[in-house]
């Protein structure tokens, strides 16, 4: 398949979902094949908000640059590193780091969102609010059954389908790419408030728990994102808070700014990315966790990698991309997961870094793609043996 050849059917390429990851392939694939026309079908309308910590890390920001957002425009807060607080401790224990290069932005989804969908229109994209996707039937999958917003239901023909349909993906599951579900026990949820309230500090704040986690974005210069993690049970905001004594405390007396928006389960596993010639992307090709806050970043550079393959013409190089992107994404996510089920290891690893911050700072700038994950390895050693001295 090469990008002439993308040409003769009725859209060159169909874009389910105009989420973050949707918009941005649209974008990406305009830049790489200009003669492409794109359309995007959401079944929502604009502005489309979603449940989110809200913070894009330095290299997703760098992305969006490169797609033509004009980032210094957006209603949004920069972020300049990551601080970890566990008061689960006897004694709370603190590990702070900063990026190595360009902040992160905390930035509203809608008005991420927004920002996205001027760029879309500039590039020359097709934008279809409130059409659902009802389906990719046939066996070639070049077809989506779409209903309109006046409720008509018809046939679109594209040479190329990419669902970026989100977390729970229709698409991937009807293409039966949708991998095991996770056990209910180890099942993780989210759901975010926001507070109208100056951000205290410069960088993002990870309030940890037994099961349990809270972060802190600042998405303007008067408003704050509590986006919180958890596993194994329904809760809601309020009751969760109660076991984050520090953020409690924080927001005592503060105005909610926004209402209670929850998902989950969280983890979402795919058996591949590819089907014919259909791409999954962003939450709909897999998803570990929110964890360490870059479903955004992986969605963009994912973006970039898909625009790429098409520009090639051969879809494989995309899985090839996806699966490099993995390895850093992937592996860091489960290893900070891991810490979370194991909160006696957690303070003993808070307890080395906030001894050596440099070994923090590293691992965010392998986190931000500043470098590669080779470089965590002459650190190891070192961590391993102030984890042990610190016990
Ligand atoms: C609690 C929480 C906190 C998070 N915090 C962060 C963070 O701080 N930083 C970060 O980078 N990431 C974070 N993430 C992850 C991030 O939100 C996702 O990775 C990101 O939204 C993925 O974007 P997407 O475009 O793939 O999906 P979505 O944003 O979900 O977009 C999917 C779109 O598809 C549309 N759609 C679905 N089905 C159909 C259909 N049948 N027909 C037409 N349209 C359809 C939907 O309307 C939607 O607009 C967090 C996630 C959670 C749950």
Same mark, same amino acid.
């Given at each position: ?15 389910? /979902?105009? /989420? $973050? ?8 694939? %305009?830049?790489?094949? @200009? ?6 079908? #959401?079944?929502?309308?604009?502005? &489309? ?8 890390? $330095?290299?997703?920001? !760098? ?23 566990? @008061?689960?401790?006897?004694?709370? &224990? ?21 920002? =996205? ?11 279809? *609010? ?21 409720? %008509? ?11 970026? #349909?989100?977390?729970? @993906? ?10 095991? $579900? ?25 309030? *940890?728990?037994?099961? &349990? ?18 596993? /194994? ?18 927001? +005592?007396?503060?105005? +909610? ?43 963009? !550079? ?6 790429? +393959? ?16 993995? %390895? ?24 080395? =870094? ?15 793609? !500043?470098?590669?994950?080779?470089? &965590?390895? $002459? ?5 391993? *043996? ?6």
């Amino acid at each position: 398949m090469t990008a002439s050849a993308l040409r003769s059917a009725e859209h060159d390429v169909a874009i389910v /979902g105009g /989420g $973050p990851a949707g918009l941005a392939c649209a974008l990406e694939l %305009r830049q790489a094949a @200009s003669e492409l026309s794109v359309t995007v079908f #959401d079944r929502g309308v604009p502005p &489309l908000d979603k449940p989110c910590g809200e913070g894009i890390m $330095p290299d997703g920001v !760098h992305r969006l640059r490169q797609i033509g957002v004009d980032v210094e425009a957006l209603h949004a807060r920069p972020f300049c590193g990551i601080r970890w607080l566990d @008061s689960s401790a006897q004694r709370p &224990l603190q590990v702070a780091g900063r990026f190595p290069g360009r902040p992160g932005l905390g930035v509203r989804r809608t008005e991420l969102q927004r920002a =996205l969908v001027d760029s879309a229109q500039s590039a020359g994209v097709e934008l279809r *609010w409130g059409w659902k996707v009802l389906g990719t039937p046939g066996r070639k999958h070049r077809c989506l059954r779409v209903r309109a917003p006046d409720g %008509r239901e018809s046939e679109v023909r594209a040479r190329l389908v990419v669902a970026a #349909d989100g977390l729970r @993906s229709p698409v991937r599951r009807e293409l039966g790419l949708a991998g095991r $579900p996770e056990a209910p026990s180890r099942q993780r949820f989210g759901v975010r408030r926001h507070f109208a309230v100056a951000p205290w500090t410069d960088l993002v704040e990870v309030h *940890w728990a037994l099961g &349990l986690e809270g972060y802190v974005t600042p998405v303007a210069d008067d408003e704050i994102g509590v986006a919180l993690l958890w596993s /194994g049970r329904k809760a809601r905001f309020e009751e969760l808070l109660e076991e984050l004594p520090e953020l409690r405390r924080r927001l +005592a007396g503060t105005r +909610a700014s926004s209402r209670d928006f929850g998902t989950g389960p969280l983890r979402q596993r795919v058996r591949g990315v590819v089907r014919g010639n259909v791409a999954l992307v962003g939450d709909a090709a897999g998803y570990v966790d929110a964890i360490t806050g870059e479903g955004l970043s992986v969605a963009l !550079h994912q973006a970039r990698e898909l625009a790429t +393959a098409v520009a090639a013409g051969d879809l494989s190089l995309y899985t090839k991309g996806c699966r490099r992107l993995d %390895r850093t994404a992937r592996g860091l996510t489960e290893l900070v997961l891991w810490l979370q089920r194991h909160p006696a290891i957690r303070r003993r690893a808070f307890r080395a =870094l906030a001894g050596e911050p440099g070994l923090f700072e590293r691992f965010l700038a392998v986190h931000v793609r !500043h470098v590669p994950p080779s470089r &965590l390895m $002459p650190m190891s050693p070192r961590l391993a *043996w102030r984890m042990l001295s610190n016990g």
